[in-house]
């Protein structure tokens, strides 16, 4: 999913910067400033918006116009990773989520993909394992509270590989997706982009497919 937005980010991308402590007011000053409403997004600017959202920080992009509403979370390093994460869903019945993508928009890792191998999750290098894991709720709980108050988010993907030293297959690390966990607060507002169950079984369709 490439997020094809709009390039009004880059005007508030550079307000509200202090290299003082900052007061209560100049809190919800700079949340707010990562709170994009894309119904200002005028046609066209799509490609430079994405390009220039600004990097190493979570925003809250949103469109509401008429009876239309979407919103979700998202946070872009300064490589080439991007996640979107819903800790908590608008729609009870759906399931909090996230995914990661590449810098064009193919996905990497996401939750609920029982095609992926060992997925750990660290909170300033504690691990929490993967609380996205079905099933366990209370995990959940304690890793959502967690991220809240966290600096750095560090997701750990696993891989089984032949060791040819000793004829086994050993557990590596495929991969490791570092991200900036600020403002922690955005996170805690609900989001559109969770998973519903019929979306989970189609996801494991498409997964047995490209494995076959």
Not at 138 to 163: C, H
Not at 190 to 196: I, R, T, V
């Amino acid at each position: 999913m490439k997020n094809k937005l709009a390039c009004l980010i880059l005007s508030f991308s550079t307000l509200f910067l202090s290299a003082c402590q900052n007061t209560p007011s100049e809190d919800h000053i700079a949340l707010n400033k990562n709170k994009i409403d894309l119904a200002t997004m005028k046609k066209g600017q799509e490609e430079d918006f994405y390009k220039n959202l600004p990097k190493d920080q979570w925003l809250y992009l949103y469109f509401q116009k008429d009876q239309h509403h979407f919103a979700y979370i998202s946070n872009r390093t300064s490589k080439r990773w991007q996640i979107s994460m819903a800790l908590n869903c608008k729609d009870p019945n759906k399931k909090p989520y996230f995914l990661i993508e590449d810098e064009d928009g193919a996905d990497e890792l996401k939750a609920y993909d029982k095609y992926s191998d060992r997925v750990e999750f660290f909170l300033d290098d504690k691990s929490f394992a993967d609380p996205f894991h079905d099933d366990q709720p209370a995990q959940f709980e304690n890793f959502k509270n967690a991220m809240y108050k966290a600096r750095v988010l560090k997701i750990v993907n696993y891989m089984n590989e032949l060791n040819p030293e000793t004829g086994r297959e050993e557990e590596t690390v495929r991969r490791e997706f570092i991200f900036q966990n600020q403002p922690a607060e955005l996170l805690k507002l609900p989001s559109d982009y969770c998973k519903s169950d019929q979306e989970e079984d189609d996801t494991e369709s498409e997964s047995a497919e490209d494995a076959t």
